[in-house]
Antibody
């Protein structure tokens, strides 16, 4: 069964840092691009960042560029999102998701259950 | 950035009725790289439709997608109780990937 499981969320003060992780199983992790999508409480979905299967290419939303870093360890089948200089507006459930196919132009077919990140003093 | 605008914001219907959801893009979505997702409270989104009209694995045929260019539609032919949820469209033709703001389908 294809599965993604996020972890590492929690409460952090504004200006602080946090790293969330996403453990993948049931598929050849290194063959697929993966992504982070977030959802603020009561709001819609916002794409945050993506990384190619090899990890060579990374992409960021303007709202997080320069503050967040996406990475992956294909030997551990794990995706990471390092979040620095956190702001109150970064408060959200963070979902990881995988590309449906191996083309860069594809939808996200599998999602994790999400991990909550709360930025508050 | 491609902005997606969904309408209506809320759709109030009864089980068995037909639901028609709209997604309009601010510029042409090339090769119909448009997807639809369903999200229920407390759950992750689920892929329903990709390529504007192809159903994802395991999605019932009461869900159908259509459209091209800048105008796309998700149709649920006969609403089942489990279909009451929020639906998002998403374009994956360009970066950044963008989502619409969502349409809530609620029980009338």
């Amino acid at each position: 069964e294809v599965q993604l499981v996020e972890s590492g969320g929690g409460l952090v003060q504004p200006g602080g840092s946090l790293r969330v992780s996403c453990a993948a199983s049931g598929f050849t992790f290194s063959s697929y691009a993966v992504t982070w999508v977030r959802q603020a409480p009561g709001k819609g979905l916002e794409w945050v960042s993506a990384i190619s299967g090899s990890g060579d290419s990374t992409y960021y939303a303007d709202s997080v560029k320069g503050r967040f870093t996406i990475s992956r360890d294909n030997s551990k089948n794990t995706l990471y999102l390092q979040m620095n200089s956190l702001r109150v507006e970064d408060t959200a459930v963070y979902y990881c998701a995988k590309w449906q196919g191996k083309s860069w132009f594809d939808a996200f077919d599998t999602w994790g259950q999400g991990t909550m990140v709360t930025v508050s003093s | 950035e491609i902005v997606l605008t969904q309408s209506p914001g809320t759709l109030s219907l009864s089980p068995g009725e037909r639901a028609t959801l709209s997604c309009r893009a601010s510029q042409t979505v090339s090769t119909s790289y448009l997807a639809w997702y369903q999200q229920k409270p407390g759950q992750a989104p689920r892929l329903l439709i990709y390529g504007a009209s192809s159903r994802a694995t395991g999605i019932p045929d009461r869900f159908s997608g259509s459209g091209s260019g800048t105008d796309f539609t998700l149709t649920i032919s006969r609403l089942e109780p489990e279909d009451f949820a929020v639906y998002y469209c998403q374009q994956y033709a360009a970066s950044p990937r963008t989502f619409g703001q969502g349409t809530k389908v609620e029980i009338k």
